[in-house]
């Protein structure tokens, strides 16, 4: 990693990043950088213009439909503000939005489970590889497929679920159709679902962690929660906060599990999420203009939430490295 | 919970460093065999319900109902798979899948090498506005532009056909750009400056030079990928209303609401082990790949 002195090792790694187009030394030079930029901009002409068409024009088209009256055939109305001032005032949305960010309190949740777990299978331990692959297999499984498992495995009466703790002498609820116990059951899925990938995040920022650190705490006589505590902890703090911000867009746009868990957005619209909210107005109503609004303010209010911890995280950085 | 203790038992018995070394040793066996416990009963809770999804399928529609639950089914019922290849549009599903994902990630890991290569290693007026500019693009969440782009495909009419989920991405994937960027930073420029007086051609170095670098960068990404767009759900309802047409996840997601009615879950299970199966084979052939490459994703991000 340190650029040594010695010309020898510089081969391995260049030592700036991305050095300034050197200056043309015979006069041949210009026409080939013009050649080099040409085939340049031919080979990221694909990416530029996927960007341009799928990106960044519905995002703008998004921005004007957004202040529409419209169905989506036939022509736009423009309305101003009204779909914005509309959305103040409706119950449904705000519903959607409490339920979207309740759903968020699995994060933290999943978070403790899986340094946990990393922390655990840090140990040379018999079968931690088969360990990993199993705590990892609901992480690539279709979330169509794991949730019409849970929608069946939460059945009040023949549901898993309830068959285990009947082990316990508990009468589970009937999961999905009780307004109380439906958000709580989508969580816990969800975090069976995500543990594993977090553990192993986790796993391989454990695992980088210098030896000699823990070595030396040892012989200063920390016990195991301090070593965990005061290394452990830090040590893997940006894995964690990469986790955060980007759970925290994921479970913003949660809607698979929602859609099929609970099509009619449960008892009470109780499990009805921002995006299954967008989805039935745009594609069953047809209120294009108005679920368009709805998806503009929730890409603000990702964007203002992940900007928010990129902010805080900076000063938390800053505050553990000076 | 499992505390790991650290030695006193050093300062006690200074005189015999064998013996410590045991204690120590027995101490932390007992740890590991706790640990070991704990793992293995969460383990068992994140395989149970996959199991159980197995078991379901071969089930008889009355041993499904049957309390206490039956784990292994008297007579395991492989009809219902052969029912499923028959009588739903699993098997559509599966090929309208497999040209979905293998078409947009072959192709789309073409274009976004070819990107990285020119963003990471070549002269380009604007190139760290490029660079930025489609950085922007992540912060876009894909409801956001659902909308827009539902409208965009039926002008066209592309609604009910498998375009609107193939052309866009086959114009690359930004945070593949991104790794394979970073990846090729670490390759030093002098190559390509050889490579360039030697007389190579852009597309020579791209293809004989470049391309076997990034190989191994490529191939973990590309798996990634293709399980992302397998397990894909959102935008595939929005586009494909034929059964013939849809996605497998789709599939099997409308079986779900068909059969849920007569209580066959059997056949509900059994189209989801099929949903899952592909990729878990996937996941258990390059589980070496898939988990150091996922692990590169945190330490990077």
Redesign the interface.
């Known amino acids: 990693m340190t650029s040594t002195a010695t010309p020898a090792t510089a081969g391995t790694r260049p030592p700036a990043p991305d050095p300034a187009p050197a200056p043309p030394r015979r006069g041949g030079t210009s026409r080939l950088h013009r050649t080099e930029k040409r085939w340049a901009l031919l080979f990221v002409a694909a990416p530029v213009l996927g960007y341009l068409l799928f990106i960044l024009y519905p995002t703008l088209f998004a921005l004007y439909a957004s202040l529409t009256r419209w169905n989506g055939l036939g022509p736009m109305q423009f309305i101003g503000l009204d779909n914005y001032v509309a959305l103040l005032g409706d119950e449904r949305f705000r519903q959607t939005l409490f339920n979207t960010f309740f759903y968020m309190i699995g994060i933290p949740i999943g978070l403790a489970i899986s340094l946990a777990l990393a922390v655990m299978m840090n140990r040379k331990i018999f079968g931690r590889a088969a360990f990993r692959a199993i705590y990892y297999v609901p992480v690539i499984s279709s979330i169509a497929a794991i949730a019409i498992l849970w929608q069946w495995a939460y059945n009040g009466d023949f549901g898993l679920v309830n068959q285990f703790l009947g082990l316990f002498g508990i009468d589970g609820p009937n999961w999905l159709a009780d307004p109380v116990w439906a958000k709580p059951a989508i969580i816990m899925m969800a975090v069976w679902k995500g543990l594993g990938y977090s553990m192993l995040l986790y796993l391989a920022a454990i695992q980088s962690v210098p030896r000699s650190l823990y070595e030396a705490a040892e012989l200063d006589g920390a016990g195991g929660w301090q070593k965990f505590r005061s290394i452990t902890l830090p040590m893997v703090q940006p894995v964690t906060f990469f986790l955060i911000v980007t759970q925290v867009i994921g479970g913003a746009m949660i809607f698979i599990e929602i859609q099929i868990m609970t099509p009619t957005g449960g008892p009470e619209y109780s499990t009805a999420s921002v995006v299954y909210h967008i989805w039935l107005q745009a594609f069953r109503y047809q209120q294009m203009g108005y679920a368009t609004a709805m998806s503009v303010v929730l890409g603000l209010l990702i964007l203002v939430i992940t900007l928010i911890q990129f902010r805080l995280n900076r000063r938390n950085a800053g505050f553990v490295v000076d | ?7 006193p038992t050093t300062a006690t018995t200074t005189g015999a460093p064998p013996g410590t070394r045991l204690g120590r040793s027995a101490r932390s066996r007992l ?2 065999t706790i ?2 416990v ?3 009963a ?2 068992v ?6 199991v ?2 197995l078991s ?1 399928s071969l089930k008889t529609k009355l041993e ?2 049957a ?3 039956v784990w292994i089914p008297e007579v395991p019922q492989w009809d219902t798979y052969v029912r499923m290849w028959t009588d739903s549009y699993v098997l559509d599903g599966i090929k309208n899948s497999l040209v979905v994902s293998l078409s947009v990630t072959v192709i789309g890991t073409f ?2 090498s ?2 990285a ?3 990471a290693k ?4 604007f ?1 760290n506005a ?1 660079f930025i ?2 950085l922007t ?1 992540i ?14 495909f ?1 002008k066209i009419g592309w609604v009910d056909t498998l375009w609107p989920l193939i052309v ?1 991405a ?3 994937n ?1 945070v593949m ?1 991104f790794f394979l960027r970073q990846y090729l ?2 390759v ?3 190559l390509v400056e050889a490579a ?1 007086i030697d007389g190579a051609s ?2 020579q170095i ?1 293809w004989r030079m470049i391309m076997p670098i990034i190989r191994p960068a490529v191939a973990a990404q590309f798996i990634l990928w293709f ?1 992302a767009v ?2 894909d ?2 935008a595939p ?2 586009y494909l209303n034929t059964p013939e047409k849809q996605t ?3 599939v ?2 409308n079986m ?2 068909q059969y849920a009615t007569q209580r066959d ?1 059997p056949l ?2 059994a189209a ?2 099929v ?2 199966l592909p ?2 084979v996937v ?2 052939i390059f ?1 070496r790949q ?2 150091e490459s ?6 990077k ?1």
């Open positions: 919970m499992t505390t790991t203790t650290p030695a740890t590991d640990v070991w704990v793992l293995a969460g383990a809770f994140m395989i149970a319900p996959l159980w999804m379901t499904v109902f309390l206490p639950p274009t976004c070819l990107a290569f020119a963003l070549m002269r380009m007026p190139k490029i500019g489609l693009g912060m876009i969440p894909f409801p956001t532009i659902m909308i827009p782009q539902f409208v965009m039926s866009p086959i114009f690359g930004i750009i930073s670490s030093p420029d002098s360039k852009y597309w791209f399980m397998w397990n759900y959102l309802i929005l497998l996840q789709v099997i997601a779900n609401v879950y509900i299970m989801s082990v949903a899952v990729i878990l996941f258990l589980q898939i988990i996922v692990a590169l994703t945190g330490t991000g």
